[in-house]
């Protein structure tokens, strides 16, 4: 990323603003675009991603009629067009409509919750609203689901993926919802033949969401789905793979075994890496497998950290997954590791790297990392 990049001003700033107002400029002969601009940018510049969000939809409220039923026609008219119906994935939308759920959860959550979700159903289908619905599922839980069902079936891709997307457990930047973890398998069940990449990417996030507190619901449904036929089998066996991610780096075995990776494997395993190696410079491991020839593989290794206070971290990172041909296997790679790392500061001192295959500690070693220098 570009030394002094900035995402908030990136998706956030007079441009976008001027943007917006001009949308609603053209749906309403009375919205005055220049003061909703200049009252916006008299304090936007000094905000965070999040509170500029909060910021433009408060002062949209200032611009717009008070009550949600009046001011509803107005937002519907300024929304462009559609984001394109005939993609499947990556098409995310603009930012600068986001304050538009926000908008919506603060004026309607309470007196206007159908009038709202008709508003979501709208808007995002310009950006998506996984943040705004939020707070109405938490409000009204059985009649946001009983609307998901319909929007389930929606023609628009995003709508779709809204009602994914917007029940996961957890979302970056979303308040959690109080569902139990369960209650969207249904709209799941619907979801998981979808032919859009965007709707199966976030049915898989979502179902690697409820596997980090209950692994075999997870498990259970893929297998359900397995049986249903309803989803091609190449994209299925990727959702698969990408919804026990989590499973498979902490080396779970039936997640394994459903990937095709036997845990019980009979093989040698060994591993090698240089006794010393200094912070910024890398670690050069090698390894070499012999076992049944043609037998699926997943070769992750694992990086115990000194840290200070003599405590260990450790973390897992990718090596390859391949199959042992003619019985052997040999890998090998450099591990860098970086002096001027912000988010995890390396300590020198004596550290560890274990061999995992199919989710099994199958080999290791030790050295040294020694200061920079």
């Known amino acids: ?166 029940t996961r457990p957890r979302l970056p930047w979303g308040e959690s919802v109080g569902l139990a973890l369960d209650a969207p398998l249904p709209l799941l069940d619907r979801l998981h033949g979808d032919g859009a990449r965007f709707v199966t990417r976030s049915v898989a996030n979502h179902l690697n969401d409820i596997a980090k507190k209950d692994p075999d619901l997870v498990m259970d449904r893929l297998q359900r789905w397995q049986q249903a036929g309803q989803q091609q089998r190449k994209e299925l066996d990727w959702m698969t793979a990408h919804a026990l991610r989590g499973l498979v780096k902490a080396g ?51 990086l115990h950290f000194q840290r200070p206070a003599g405590k260990t971290s450790a973390k897992v990172f990718k090596l390859k997954q391949a199959k042992i041909s003619g019985g052997t296997l040999e890998l090998g790679k450099k591990h860098k590791l970086k002096g001027d790392a912000t988010t995890f500061k390396l300590v020198p001192g004596p550290h560890r790297i274990e061999l995992m295959v199919n989710g099994k500690v199958r080999a290791e070693a030790a050295f040294e990392l020694l200061p920079e220098g």
């Open 252 to 302: 779970h075995p039936r997640a394994m075994a459903m990937l095709g990776y036997d845990p019980d494997l009979t093989l040698d395993a060994r591993i090698s890496v240089p006794e010393t190696v200094r912070i910024g410079g890398a670690l050069d491991l090698s390894c070499r497998l012999d076992g049944a020839a043609g037998a699926p593989v997943l070769v992750d290794y694992i």
């Open 1 to 166: 990323m570009a030394s002094g990049f900035s995402l908030k001003d990136q998706l956030f700033n007079r441009g976008k603003v001027r943007y917006l107002a001009g949308l609603f400029s053209a749906a309403e002969a009375g919205f005055d675009a220049e003061a909703f601009e200049a009252q916006v940018m008299a304090e936007l510049p000094a905000l965070e991603l999040k509170q500029r969000i909060a910021l433009i939809a408060q002062v949209l409220a200032d611009h717009l009629p008070a009550a949600l039923p009046d001011a509803a026609p107005v937002l519907l008219r300024a929304l462009p067009p559609p984001l394109d119906p005939g993609k499947t994935d990556d098409d995310f939308g603009d930012f600068i409509f986001a304050p538009l759920g926000e908008y919506v959860a603060a004026r309607g959550l309470e007196a206007h919750r159908d009038l709202s979700l008709d508003m979501l159903e709208e808007i995002t289908q310009r950006f998506s609203m996984e943040w705004a619905i939020r707070p109405f599922l938490n409000r009204w839980p059985d009649e946001v689901l009983a609307r998901m069902q319909d929007w389930a079936g929606h023609s628009s891709y995003h709508v779709r993926r809204l009602v994914s997307e917007g």
